[in-house]
């Protein structure tokens, strides 16, 4: 594959597109839409519903060949069941089978029984085209600190076990290495050297994608794309020690998995939409 980059507009620049080897899933993934209860909920400033909502906006608008969405964690920032049933709605004007996980402000029992209708699942693993998605929850009640608990371990390797032919998409909240911004690394998967010993023995894993870092992300390790992203609410500056703010706009990810297990992907933001965010605030 071609690790080259061509730039994608007011999105990330994107790897270049390997020649066509089959049909393509194209997935879109937002994360840390961080809706509250109340409509005019803000973080720091920003109205997290308004924001969302532009976004989805430009996903209905720009993606008309996408085949799905996974959505992954910090739904909502207060557990709420009427933070999710907003979301819901939100997600419902999209079209799109959207596929949803828990991050650390979620309620995982809240999510579950509130975002599994419909096109808007909450799923441990799925097969789409020739691809697999694997789900996992790294959330600890009470901690912003990822972990994945034996249980989860042991589902990703028997997925992994009987599923081999297809090449795979590993998808959850933490990052599971360190991002490059000191403050939020002390936040990362604090149980990564199982996790990744699964991945190592499973060739067919071809990326692992997920949210909390509120920024765009991406690294090799050992052939596998390591992929973090920006949020669809207020952006975290890279690489800085203490928290800190960003001003680029709330946006989303797009990725191409080809059959061979390539994956292209970039990022597409909004137009500016920063005004009223608190950007000398030092945390939440």
């Not at 049909?23 to 920003?46: C, K, S, V, W």
């Not at 532009?54 to 933070?83: F, I, K």
């Not at 936040?187 to 699964?198: E, H, K, S, V, Y």
């Not at 203490?242 to 001003?247: E, I, K, M, N, S």
Request: with cysteine; hydrophobic share 35%; glycine share 8%.
């Amino acid at each position: 594959m071609d690790n080259r980059s061509v730039s994608t507009g007011r999105g990330a620049p994107a790897s270049r597109r390997p020649p066509s080897t089959g049909p393509i899933l194209r997935l879109l993934q937002i994360t840390d839409t961080h809706i509250y209860a109340d409509p005019a909920g803000e973080l720091l400033g920003l109205n997290t519903l308004d924001s969302c909502e532009r976004v989805l906006a430009m996903v209905q608008a720009r993606e008309d060949n996408a085949d799905l969405v996974v959505a992954t964690g910090d739904l909502t920032h207060d557990g709420s069941e009427a933070g999710y049933r907003l979301l819901r709605d939100a997600l419902k004007k999209i079209d799109l089978p959207v596929y949803c996980l828990p991050g650390n402000h979620d309620s995982a029992a809240t999510l579950k029984n509130l975002m599994d209708e419909g096109q808007i699942r909450t799923l441990r693993a799925l097969e789409h085209g020739d691809w697999s998605l694997v789900f996992l929850d790294s959330t600890v009640p009470g901690s912003e600190t990822g972990h994945l608990a034996d249980g989860e371990l042991e589902h990703l390797r028997h997925y992994l076990a009987s599923h081999r032919q297809r090449p795979t998409l590993v998808c959850m909240h933490h990052q599971p290495v360190p991002v490059g911004s000191a403050w939020i690394d002390t936040m990362t998967l604090d149980n990564p050297a199982p996790f990744f010993a699964i991945i190592d023995a499973n060739p067919q894993v071809k990326g692992v994608l997920w949210g909390h870092i509120h920024q765009p992300f991406e690294q090799q390790r050992k052939g596998v794309r390591l992929i973090g992203s920006p949020s669809t609410c207020v952006q975290f500056k890279p690489q800085s020690d203490v928290f800190t703010l960003d001003d680029t706009p709330p946006g989303y990810r797009w990725l191409e998995l080809y059959a061979d297990g390539a994956i292209t992907t970039g990022i597409r933001r909004v137009d500016a939409y920063t005004s009223g965010i608190d950007m000398e605030s030092p945390g939440y």
